[in-house]
C-alpha cells in the first residue's frame, strides 16, 4: 500500500476509517472536519482549508485554527500571496499532488521572505504540505494545508496524505456535484404567482434521492407524510404509472385546491413535479356565460385564479402582450376595471350551477 516508504503501525487501519468517513459525509463542513484527523495522522500541527481563485481578490476559509484566521494574518496573505512558491503558480495553473514548500524554495530563500516573517514565523509555523484538492470558480476551489514548526514533513507524511488524497477528491467531487443538482432543483421550485410547485425525484427503489422544501410541504399537507418520507400511496400511483404512460399525471382535488402530479421519467432516476394551485373557473362556461371568445375564458380563468400576466402567458403559450391585450378586452366585455372584479364576474357567472 506505501511502496517503499515505511508507514507506521495502524496508518492503514485510520486511512481506511478516514475514506470510510468521507464516503458518507453529507456537507463541506463535514468533509473539512475530516481534515482535521488527517492532519494529526501526517503529524500536523494545524489545518487549514481554503477556497479562492485569487487571494487578492476573494478567500474563503473553511477549516482553521482561530490563530490562523485571524483578520490581520488573512489581510498579510492577501498581500503576500505572491511570495508563496506554491500558491502563486498554482493561480496560474493548478498544480497536481502533494507538495512540500521546500520541495520548491530552499529554506534560506523562504525564510527571507515577507509571507514568512509576517505570517508564518509570528505563528510558529514554517513548514507547509498542500494538495489542491479542486479548482474552479469560486465556491468549487479548495485547498488543503497542512502546518507545523521545527523538522520539515517527511516522506511518510507525504504519503499519508497522498493515500488519503483520492478519498479527498472523490467525496468533494460528490459534495460539490449534489450541490448542483439541488440548486437546480431549487430553481424548479416556486411559490407565488396562485400555485406552488415543488420536486421528487425517486430512484428505481422508490426511494427519495432529492425532496425539495416545497414538495416536503405538499407531501405532508396532502398525503400527511412524515418528514423526509415518500408516502405510500404516492408510490402506488408512480409504480403503475411507469409501467403505463397514459396515467403520468395524478390530481387531487380538496375545497378550492388542486394537487397536480407530473411524472417525467429518467432512465435511472424519476422526476416528480408537484404543483397546487387554486381551483381555475372552467373556461368553456366562462365563455357561454360571459360572451368570451374561447381565449378570452382561458385568460379569465387563470385571472381568476390568481395568475399574474407572465404566468398566463406561461400557461398558454403566448406572448404577455396578447395576455395583456385579451385582459383589456376582457375588462370591456364585463364593465370592470380592474383584476378583482374580473375575478368576482367569473366568480358570480359560474355561482348558479
Known sequence: MAGSVQLRRGDERALLALAGELATCEDARQWSDQTVGLAALAGAETVMV????????????????????????????G?????????????????RGVRRLSDFLPERTWRRRALFNDFYRPLGLGRELSLQVSWGPVGT???????????????????????????????RARLAAEAAAASRMDLI??????LRRGVLVLDREGRAAHLGGVAEELLRSWFAAAAGAVPADLLAWWREARKDPAAATYESERGDQVLRITLLRGKAEDLLVLVERERRPEPDRLAHRLGLSPREAEVLSR????????????????????????VESIYGKLDVHTRAAATRAALDALADR
Do not use: Y
Open 50 to 77: 481554503t477556497g479562492c481563485v485569487d487571494w487578492a481578490r476573494s478567500v474563503t476559509v473553511e477549516v482553521g485554527a482561530p490563530e490562523l484566521t485571524r483578520g490581520e494574518l488573512l489581510d498579510v496573505v
Open 79 to 95: 498581500r503576500h500571496w505572491q511570495d508563496h512558491p506554491v500558491m502563486a503558480p498554482d493561480l496560474a495553473r493548478p498544480g
Open 141 to 171: 476551489s479548495c485547498c488543503l494545508a497542512l502546518f507545523r514548526g521545527g523538522s520539515d514533513f517527511s516522506e511518510r507524511d507525504r504519503k499519508v496524505v497522498e493515500l488519503a488524497a483520492p478519498s479527498l477528491v472523490a467525496a
Open 189 to 194: 421550485e416556486a411559490r407565488g404567482d396562485g
Open 303 to 326: 385571472l381568476a385564479a390568481g395568475r399574474t400576466n407572465d404566468g398566463i402567458a406561461l400557461d398558454l403559450g403566448i406572448s404577455r402582450h396578447t395576455v395583456v391585450r385579451h
